[in-house]
């Protein structure tokens, strides 16, 4: 053991110094910076050099030797334990996605983007897009490209696309997860289909009501509006129509030239059907209480009470009501159209029989 006072090498179990007889077994300081064991009496750390809090004389001020000023990237750059700086490595910047075209992305993989190429013959030449991933051959066709070819030809993409003519954008749209322009047709119909059965079958229900119409060509009662009006709509009924049939039995004998004498008798029978005859043309007027139907030779109202059935066609509606043996045809209303709103979205359809029962059944209901 060394002597902190005189440098005298001491023995390992001696309590003082046999040289100057310093105390040895004195604790030294713990250095708050290190934590490095330093002797007693010591005024620096013999580690890091910091000003130790016993040693050194009390009126002197020190100052901690000026550090270089870091760079800028040592103020970024993230360091090790021993404080050195480590370079971070420049990342290639990678556009995000949506960005890349259909040529630097091939819808049908995503993996790679497709290679320009032209093959030559003997009369003509065709310029294609090719991926070196998935095998994809898009062959071009005035401005639009069409899906030639695929190494999978049992894949998904391949039975929804194959051999189908797009445009670039198209392509673009499905290779970032879109659809074709074709797709959206038929998934717009759909939902419109979709929100007009929806509509349908809230209206005959009776939870949905038409939008009034103002200013009816009939004088509405207490507590009565109208949802329809209709021009031009014809009013047919079942008339019965006698046809007579005859013949003749019998041998004809000619007596001259021109003349003639028949033997016989002459049967005749009469059949009777019934046809749908046009009775009158005119306004269809619905209203919350009554069907009306205002023409020139016949007026016909009805309370939605009496009605008993509504049968829907394409073009009309039939009706039969209590105390009527024949049923009243109302035909000519897919003239017309409907303009309707349901889930946010607006749609303009022909208005049909269907649309029609189910209006007038949904009034019954609500009465």
């Not at 300081?29 to 064991?37: D, F, K």
């Amino acid at each position: 053991m060394k002597c902190p006072h005189c440098n005298t090498e001491n023995p390992e179990e001696a309590r003082f110094c046999m040289e100057c007889g310093y105390v040895l077994e004195e604790k030294g300081e713990i250095c708050s910076s290190c934590g490095n064991l330093n002797p007693p009496h010591a005024k620096f750390c013999l580690e890091c050099g910091a000003r130790m809090k016993s040693g050194g004389d009390p009126d002197v001020e020190y100052s901690e030797a000026p550090s270089e000023e870091p760079t800028e990237e040592e103020h970024t750059a993230p360091k090790t334990p021993d404080e050195t700086p480590i370079k971070t490595p420049k990342v290639e910047y990678i556009p995000p996605k949506g960005s890349e075209t259909w040529r630097e992305l091939c819808p049908a993989c995503n993996m790679s983007s497709l290679t320009p190429k032209t093959y030559k013959g003997i009369l003509s030449s065709k310029n294609i897009l090719e991926c070196d991933y998935c095998g994809a051959v898009f062959e071009e066709h005035s401005k639009k490209f069409k899906f030639k070819a695929i190494y999978d030809i049992t894949s998904d993409f391949w039975k929804k696309y194959g051999r189908k003519t797009l445009s670039e954008e198209e392509w673009t749209r499905i290779a970032h997860g879109g659809i074709s322009n074709e797709e959206q047709c038929l998934l717009e119909e759909k939902t419109s289909q979709d929100d007009l059965v929806n509509f349908v079958n809230a209206l005959n229900q009776g939870t949905l009501n038409l939008t009034p119409v103002s200013n009816p060509p009939v004088i509405l009662k207490k507590n009565e509006e109208a949802c329809v009006v209709f021009s031009g709509i014809t009013l047919m009924e079942p008339r019965a129509v006698r046809q007579t049939r005859g013949g003749y039995a019998g041998p004809t004998i000619r007596v001259a030239k021109g003349v003639s004498f028949r033997m016989g008798s002459v049967a005749a029978r009469s059949e009777s059907h019934e046809e749908l005859r046009n009775i009158d043309q005119g306004t269809l007027v619905l209203t919350n209480k009554r069907l009306i139907f205002i023409g020139s030779k016949r007026t016909t109202n009805i309370d939605l009470g009496k009605i008993i059935s509504i049968t829907a066609y394409k073009d009309g509606i039939a009706s039969q009501r209590e105390n009527k043996q024949k049923t009243e045809y109302f035909t000519g209303i897919d003239h017309h159209t409907l303009n309707f709103t349901i889930n946010g979205r607006s749609h303009t359809v022909p208005f049909t029989g269907l649309i029609m029962k189910a209006a007038i059944e949904g009034k019954i209901r609500q009465i």
